[in-house]
């Protein structure tokens, strides 16, 4: 019987960067002189170029920086900014803090939950409205509070929702 000798395993070899979303990420990773101390910076950027950042980024930026790819996977997932699939045309945020508590955005969820049928951190099905929560937009003498886009609205109740959500609707009918 022949003995049989195993070979060492060998580092993959980078694949190529073939896609636009690995081109424009290569192009942002070199912008920022490939250094992996500007990760969070790079994947700002990723993510403002593709609007998330794709999960087939991650080793191209791991590759770029010469880190792991779960170093970078980990960045991605501790920061809950960090989109990682396509985000509705609008974004809807609404705060969550203390003070919108007080003035029912636990009621104003549910709300916009049942309105666009979708969860906190979901899109509608019609990939028109990501719903987000988030912890103090600092118009708390205002709450509840939501965000859509930069345009903060003040003393939302499920009316006024509706209302703001209708007028997304004409914006992206126009």
């Not at 960067?17 to 920022?32: E, G, M, Q, R, V």
């Not at 101390?37 to 790079?42: G, N």
């Not at 019609?126 to 509840?144: A, H, I, R, T, W």
């Amino acid at each position: 019987m022949a003995k049989t000798s195993k070979a060492s395993p060998q580092p993959a070899e980078a694949k190529p960067a073939n896609t636009p979303a690995d081109i424009k990420t290569l192009a942002i990773c070199a912008s920022y002189g490939n250094q992996p101390s500007e990760l969070l910076e790079i994947l700002h950027d990723v993510q403002h170029a593709l609007g998330h950042v794709p999960e087939s980024t991650l080793p191209v930026i791991a590759n770029a920086l010469n880190l792991s790819r779960a170093e970078v996977h980990g960045v991605v997932t501790f920061y809950h900014d960090f989109k990682r699939a396509p985000g509705g045309q609008h974004t809807i945020k609404v705060c969550r803090a203390e003070a919108c508590q007080s003035m029912g955005t636990d009621h104003l969820c549910r709300h916009a939950e049942k309105t666009l049928k979708t969860k906190m951190g979901g899109t509608s099905a019609d990939g028109k409205v990501s719903l987000e929560q988030v912890f103090c937009l600092g118009n708390c003498s205002l709450s509840p509070a939501v965000l859509v886009g930069d345009k903060l609205y003040g003393k939302v109740d499920t009316k006024r929702f509706d209302e703001i959500v209708a007028t997304l609707g004409k914006e992206t009918a126009q």
